[in-house]
């Protein structure tokens, strides 16, 4: 094993470990947990890495960097998340390669999913981004439009929504990011009550390297963790 994979396996460990102690804290299983690692910051041989050490579900947030990434990698079992911004004219290169669209930010995204996957004769799971914090950098469905925006998607034969996503406000620390968390899976609960027939929102991805620990203790059932896999390295 070289430097790389062993700096990284540790961390993988490290961050493995947490998530046990934390989900065994709030009368949850570490199973429950999906871990995303997140690659934008590394390159291919980080990735290897991350493979070798058991991670296999990663997530992009820019669509030309998950397409490098999944042509170099072809021959490793990745499941690809695009966890950013996807544009338009972007979905039909990115479609075929990932797994889950956890960044579903607006309507007019979805719509295009809806059509492009119909055309690529696939069914595409998604998570709707909401922008949780009102920050008004952040991409994402304000929370009062998601609920007007489910019966829309009811409509929609070829993305199949799987629960919601947040990044929770950069100002604040924990607490803050807490509060999001919390704010984001009563949003869920709520939702849940007078769902469309055939809409499940059994997914809450939230929670980073910073975050995570509270994330899991409020809900989430996918963490992205990027930057904690990586330290050591620089
Ligand atoms: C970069 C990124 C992450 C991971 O962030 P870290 O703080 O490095 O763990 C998670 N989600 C999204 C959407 C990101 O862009």
Redesign the pocket.
Known sequence: MNNLTAQITRNVADIRGRIADTTARCGRTAREITLVA?T?YVGPAEVRALVEAGCTVL?E?RPQQLWEKAELLQDLPIRWHM??HLQRNKVRRTLPLVEMIQ?ADSPRLIAAVDRIAGELDRRVPILLEVNISGESAKHGFEPEAVEPFLEELAGYRNVELRGLMC?AGLQGGPDAARADFARLRQLRDRLRENCPEGIVLDELSMG???DYEPAIEEGATMV?????LFEGNR
Not at 224 to 228: E, L, M, V
């Open positions: 997140v934008k997530g947030s966890v950013g960044s990044i980073m390297s910073a992205r963790i990027g930057s904690a």
